[in-house]
Nanobody
Framework: QVQLVESGGGLVRPGGSLRLSCVASGYTFSTYAMTWYRRAPEKEREPVATISSSGSATNYADSVKGRFTISRDNARNTVYLQMNSLKPEDTAVYYC?????WGQGTQVTVSS
């Protein structure tokens, strides 16, 4: 079955950076697009960034454009989310998702 394991979250000051990772298993990673989502307190889960199966195409939520970068390494079955210029409103649990499956998420807290 599909398994997704996120890591890399933490506490960071506004303006700081974090790099999230998601390791996938249980399916052919290189044939599916991958999406990072987040769920802020008392809000619905929302898509943040998507990358195509080959990595040649990406798409971002307006709120993170120019600050976040999604990438993938198909040899390592891993998708990344580089987050720069973090803001308090980026505070959320971040998940990767594919084929209706989710990982456990990783908490990102942006606070001074």
């Amino acid at each position: 079955q599909v398994q997704l394991v996120e890591s890399g979250g933490g506490l960071v000051r506004p303006g700081g950076s974090l790099r999230l990772s998601c390791v996938a298993s249980g399916y052919t990673f290189s044939t599916y697009a991958m999406t990072w989502y987040r769920r802020a307190p008392e809000k619905e889960r929302e898509p943040v960034a998507t990358i195509s199966s080959s990595g040649s195409a990406t798409n971002y939520a307006d709120s993170v454009k120019g600050r976040f970068t999604i990438s993938r390494d198909n040899a390592r079955n891993t998708v990344y989310l580089q987050m720069n210029s973090l803001k308090p409103e980026d505070t959320a649990v971040y998940y990767c998702g594919v084929l209706g499956a989710w990982g456990q998420g990783t908490q990102v807290t942006v606070s001074s």
